[in-house]
């Protein structure tokens, strides 16, 4: 495709470039749509810069048993996703599937995993992930630098973690080989719907497309009534602490601990209501940091070199919505928690319903925001 | 490579590096005892690549002079001066930790 930047109209226009709003617009290039993608600048709040990288399976879906289907397909093809990638750009973005675990430092929380992973798999229309539940011993075959206060944990196969940060850059050269214009510093104003085509108000001028995606993490919310749509969300923040460069000694990610491929440690899962991310709470740092090293008392030899807070994107009940907007034909709203474990489903499956003009309501429709409109949905709890 | 100035005077410490006796003096930081020991091995391997590097800026910036020392991983062998029996381990590449 030879269309320039000095063109401002697309078929699609794609609102956010972190995570989800690139996958998709990579999904929609790779058709031969033209799409522009409208990002913020570098200052911006990025979940898709703060995110843990886990690609993650166990425990998704406690209310809403078609997000574990949904989950288990991403996990199913995010190794086509990293393929194509690599073969586009020559960037290797680490995606592993060894299965993960979560490890419980009590009889209680042992057993209210238990309980959680019961209801979740008694749901009607559950998919089966082939969750285990261990004890201490069980759990030490596969992670043998336990500590003694590990009571025992749950593992499943189908988990697995990504180098997302190099996922993001990987995406964004893959969108420009892929012809689709990445267009920064064009914070979003305005939407309008008119003449069957958007107009788009950007603080660099005017943008028009046949289509426009909605991909701006927690500012969908306000973005959404522009269009006919809606976005509830509920934005938490939580922190993560990096230790120093290590040899491999944790072969599994873990929903609180991982070791990235470049042998960094990472240590996270805190969620706060307060949502400023240029501070930290550091009592809570102090927490996780304690509860990793009574995981792994091998972590107690090594620094702690990073630590940050990021603002998770979060739809009020925790599960992703995917909505079309009846009103203004053309306009979709895309919001999930889990950039990175669904970016397969956004590039191969979200992105051609786009790109055909419908959402196939057969396999999204439990994700339209409709759903907030009825009963209240109980919260995931999302990992 | 490295020589010292003829006019230093000051009184000897002993180390280790890599497990061989090296004669410092007072005042060397870790790195700069390193590099006039004449070790013909590179300083250190980096921790991703395990490319060959040695200390840049001795002054604190670019963490190429990263060692072992007396156990602790990491360390900037530019900013810490020397002490007697003090124990320095370079880096082939990642950092170790035992269980």
Redesign the interface.
Known sequence: MNHTQSTNEYDVAVIGGGLLGSSIAWGLGRLGQRTCVLDEGDVTKRASRANFALVWVQSKGLGLPEYTGWTVRASETWSKLSDEIKAQTGIDVCHQRPGGFHLALSEKELEDRRLSLRRLHNQPGATDYKIEILDHDEVKKQLPHIGPDVVGGTYCPLDGHVNSLRYLRAIHSALKTSGVDYRPEHRVSTIEHRNGEFKISTEQGEIRAGKVVLAAGNANMTLAHMVGLKAPMSPTRGQILVTERTVPFLGFPLTTIRQTDEGTVMIGDSREEFIDDTVQNLPINAVMADRARRMFPLLNQLNIVRTWSGIRVMPKDGFPIYDQSETCPGAFVTCCHSGVTLAPNHAFDIAPMIAKGNLDLERVGAFSARRFDQIQVQSSGYY | MFKRATNHQEPAVQITVDGLPVTARRGDTVSAAILTAGCVEPYRYT??NGTPRAPYCMMGVCFDCLVTIDG???RQGCLIPVSDGMVITRQN???????
């Open positions: 921790a991703v602790i991983g990491n590449g990642k950092r170790e930790i035992e269980s």
